[in-house]
């Protein structure tokens, strides 16, 4: 397999708190990933460097070949990485429409002039953005909500209009920052079918989750952070049997 993603000696620091340190992190085109850990592990840091929400201490991170260090956060989307956030961010006010649409703006092909005096090329933009996000909400099964507004849907398909946002853009990978939070079990297997489904449309997965039950079921790999540091890697079978990740996360649940 070809890696798509790579850390390599990655360090983030916060003053003296060193939150990740010399992590070395390899994602494979088409896999799904997951990365997991205690509270406080650093993975959420792991998240913010890669699109670069943060500025790393020392090392690097690569993404299809292109050096991510030399880019901006806005940069990050146009070359095909997308996210979904550990504390839910969508337009609770606005329609899961339009919600969908702040998802596109990324591959908007216009400019000020065009919107202002509403132009064919504007109008043709538009009418390719409204047919992305109707694609999109077939594709998790809400094309009937389109009109509704966001905040009024269920915790679990306020879930997925994040997760719908994230696909708008074509992502080349999607990280997922625990998205199984809050979600009751049949919510849970919804999600576990449309990261199946995501990963059939030929996009890498990398996702951060305590729920691992959903971690053990959905994932080819899995990397375990402690204390800022990759404890253990592999395959979901010798990552449950694995003794420092038994000790430091996994404790005596049944997948120790």
Do not use: C
């Amino acid at each position: 397999m070809m890696a798509l993603l790579e850390t390599k000696d990655l360090t983030v620091k916060f003053g003296g708190l060193v939150a990740v340190s010399n992590l070395n992190l390899t994602v494979n085109e088409g896999e799904i990933h997951s990365l997991i850990g205690p509270n406080g592990a650093g993975k959420t840091t792991v998240f913010n460097a890669i699109t670069r929400v943060l500025n790393p201490f020392s090392g690097n991170i690569v993404f299809n070949n292109e050096n991510l260090l030399k880019l901006q956060p806005h940069q990050t989307v146009k070359i095909g990485i997308s996210r979904t956030f550990q504390n839910l961010e969508i337009l609770k006010l606005m329609s899961v429409n339009d919600n969908l649409l702040v998802g596109y703006h990324s591959e908007l092909k216009t400019n000020w002039f065009n919107e202002g005096i509403k132009s064919n090329k504007f109008k043709q933009a538009e009418e390719v953005a409204e047919k992305k996000a109707l694609e999109v909400s077939d594709f998790l099964g809400m094309k009937n909500r389109l009109g509704s507004f966001a905040g009024m849907l269920p915790y679990g398909l306020q879930k997925m209009v994040e997760i719908g946002r994230a696909l708008m853009s074509d992502p080349k990978i999607i990280l997922l920052d625990e998205p199984a939070a809050g979600l009751n079990n049949s919510e849970t297997v919804e999600l576990k079918k449309i990261i199946f489904k995501i990963k059939e449309k030929g996009i890498t997965v990398l996702i951060v989750e305590h729920d691992m039950s959903l971690v053990m079921d959905i994932s080819e790999n899995i990397t375990v952070m402690n204390f800022g540091k990759k404890i253990a890697e592999g395959n979901p079978e010798s990552i449950k049997n694995n003794k420092d990740v038994i000790e430091a996360y996994l404790g005596d649940s049944k997948y120790a």
